[in-house]
């Protein structure tokens, strides 16, 4: 998941460019992310351990969003200030990248891939917090459907689940609405491709010591564990540039809308490849936590087009 998306990404209407591109872009981006969730498993079972794939994830990505600067022309120095702040959001990217595959070395893969997506709610009251505003009756309500969507989530199946997995997706998730709050309030004039460098770069290095010391990268034994770990590495760290040249055809708002397609990817990709079926339960809370974040969002676009010219 894009850690966040400053103002500075040029809208839609300053770089006119096709429609279908942009959601077909932001389809394959969220695809690519809930992919990556679901080939964990295979990852873990051939023999590797998350902090190993995150890791390599974080270097791949790096190289990636770097080469992708440099091509594009923008160059990756910032100032001291601007690197201050990403060298504390890139350990809060160390965390994300870690948690949004972690918790499946212990629950669920569809469970895993919702609990991460507490976030949405968690900026929005963020946000408000700040901003010092009201959320209003529509907000209020989505944000009561999404951590009831939670409650109902684990309160059935909370004594048969491994609390860690809990605490990492949800510590994850955390992480990741921390991380998309500060950058939306504090960096909105930093470029986004540079700054995600930045952050990148400092998760890489966190992850990498906390590897080296913990008793180091530890590779896959299987070749099923080969395909689940480049699975991994490839389709997260290929999807983030999809997903911000998406916001260059369409905008935003409606790319960070069909970004709610990951979670329904992993579940998707976990039933076909692993026969992983989600209990009533689980399916009936997170209807309701992407319920909510689909009304908020809804919301948002519609407060959108009143403030509009």
Same mark, same amino acid.
């Given at each position: 998941?894009?850690?966040?998306?400053?103002?500075?990404?040029?809208?839609?209407?300053?770089?006119?460019?096709?429609?279908?591109?942009?959601? =077909?872009?932001?389809? =394959?981006?969220?695809? !690519?992310? !809930?992919? %990556?969730?679901?080939?964990?498993?295979?990852? *873990?079972?051939?023999?590797?351990?998350?902090?190993?794939?995150?890791?390599?994830? !974080?270097? *791949? @990505?790096?190289?990636?969003?770097?080469?992708?600067?440099?091509?594009?022309?923008? #160059?990756?120095?910032?100032?001291?200030?601007?690197?201050?702040? +990403?060298?504390?959001?890139?350990?809060?990217?160390?965390?994300?990248?870690? !948690?949004?595959?972690?918790?499946?070395? *212990?629950?669920?893969?569809?469970?895993?891939?919702?609990? /991460?997506?507490?976030?949405?709610?968690?900026?929005?009251?963020?946000?408000?917090?700040?901003?010092?505003?009201?959320?209003?009756?529509?907000? $209020?309500?989505?944000?009561?459907?999404?951590?009831?969507?939670? %409650?109902?989530?684990?309160?059935?199946?909370?004594?048969?689940?491994?609390?860690?997995?809990?605490?990492?997706?949800?510590? %994850?998730?955390?992480? +990741?609405?921390?991380?998309?709050?500060? $950058?939306?309030?504090?960096?909105?004039?930093?470029?986004?491709?540079?700054?995600?460098?930045?952050? &990148?770069?400092?998760?890489?290095?966190?992850?990498?010591?906390?590897?080296?010391?913990?008793?180091?990268?530890?590779?896959?034994?299987?070749?099923?564990?080969?395909?689940?770990?480049?699975?991994? =590495?490839?389709?997260?760290?290929?999807?983030?540039?999809?997903?911000?040249?998406?916001?260059?055809?369409?905008?935003?708002?409606?790319?960070?809308?069909?970004?709610?397609?990951?979670?329904?990817?992993?579940?998707?990709?976990?039933? /076909?490849?692993?026969?992983?079926?989600? &209990?009533?339960?689980?399916?009936? @809370?997170?209807?309701?936590?992407?319920?909510?974040?689909?009304?908020?969002?809804?919301?948002?676009?519609?407060? #959108?087009?009143?403030?509009?010219?």
């Amino acid at each position: 998941m894009p850690s966040a998306i400053p103002s500075s990404v040029p809208s839609p209407t300053e770089r006119p460019q096709s429609k279908v591109t942009g959601y =077909i872009f932001a389809a =394959i981006a969220s695809i !690519g992310l !809930g992919a %990556a969730v679901a080939f964990s498993r295979a990852a *873990y079972d051939g023999g590797t351990d998350p902090l190993s794939i995150s890791a390599v994830r !974080g270097v *791949y @990505g790096a190289l990636m969003v770097g080469t992708m600067c440099l091509v594009l022309g923008r #160059g990756l120095r910032v100032s001291w200030a601007v690197w201050r702040q +990403c060298l504390w959001l890139g350990g809060l990217v160390s965390f994300m990248y870690y !948690g949004n595959i972690g918790s499946v070395q *212990y629950i669920p893969i569809g469970l895993a891939a919702l609990l /991460f997506f507490i976030y949405p709610p968690l900026v929005a009251i963020i946000m408000a917090a700040w901003d010092h505003e009201r959320l209003g009756t529509v907000k $209020i309500t989505a944000l009561a459907t999404s951590f009831s969507g939670l %409650a109902v989530m684990l309160g059935v199946d909370l004594e048969m689940l491994d609390w860690r997995g809990v605490a990492i997706g949800l510590t %994850a998730g955390i992480a +990741c609405a921390m991380n998309a709050s500060w $950058i939306g309030r504090k960096m909105q004039h930093v470029d986004p491709f540079v700054m995600t460098f930045h952050m &990148t770069v400092v998760a890489s290095v966190i992850l990498i010591v906390i590897a080296a010391v913990t008793g180091g990268i530890t590779l896959p034994v299987t070749q099923m564990g080969w395909i689940g770990a480049l699975g991994v =590495i490839f389709f997260q760290g290929s999807s983030i540039p999809f997903f911000y040249a998406a916001i260059g055809h369409i905008g935003a708002p409606k790319a960070s809308m069909l970004n709610n397609l990951q979670p329904v990817a992993s579940i998707i990709i976990a039933y /076909f490849l692993f026969t992983e079926a989600m &209990t009533l339960s689980q399916i009936i @809370g997170g209807s309701m936590v992407l319920g909510g974040i689909l009304l908020m969002q809804w919301q948002d676009s519609r407060q #959108g087009r009143r403030r509009a010219p």
